[in-house]
């Protein structure tokens, strides 16, 4: 499980910080990789409902 905002995906650098995890036991957060085929499906997502600032 991972809580995330808009704003912790990078969409130009194809990075997503995950500030807090179940296994996270430092509570530091975490970045990823994020393919472009996601970032792609996340952007044509977001258009298509034209959600703009919430937990995704």
Sequence with gaps: MLAIDLHH?????QRIFGPR???DKSGNGQYGYISITTINLIDK???RTGIA????
């Design 9 to 13: 995906i990078n969409f130009a650098k």
């Design 21 to 23: 995890s179940k296994t």
């Design 45 to 47: 997502w977001l258009t």
């Design 53 to 56: 600032e919430p937990l995704l």
